[in-house]
């Protein structure tokens, strides 16, 4: 399984570890993506993961192998939800956060 995490700074500027991800396959972690390296980055991946990076209609059109889209955020306006829906590809988000104790 390939996994692609493209916008990781966003999610982890250092401070986490992404090794559980990691055990899961094939994953590669961007700091940033620009719009223009989008598709190449995630060219073969079943999974692809974002926070700010969007997913537009045309982006999904070119990444047929793509199955899941994880939004680590609390919204999904950065992925084209009706196409992605044509395509089969489940997308989700982050529900809520809760403050640490």
Do not use: F
Not at 29 to 44: K, M, P, S
Not at 64 to 69: D, K, N
Not at 76 to 91: E, I, K, M, S, Y
């Amino acid at each position: 399984m390939k996994i692609v995490v493209l916008d990781g700074y966003t999610l982890n500027p250092g401070d986490l570890d992404w090794q559980g991800l990691q055990s899961l396959g094939e994953c590669t972690i961007y700091d940033h993506t620009l719009a223009d390296e989008i598709v190449a980055r995630c060219q073969g991946a079943q999974i692809v993961l974002t926070n700010k990076t969007p997913l537009n209609a045309q982006t999904l059109s070119q990444l047929p192998q793509l199955t899941y889209i994880g939004v680590l955020a609390t919204g999904t306006n950065v992925v084209d939800l009706a196409c992605a829906c044509q395509h089969g590809v489940r997308v989700t988000n982050i529900p809520a956060y809760y403050p640490m104790p």
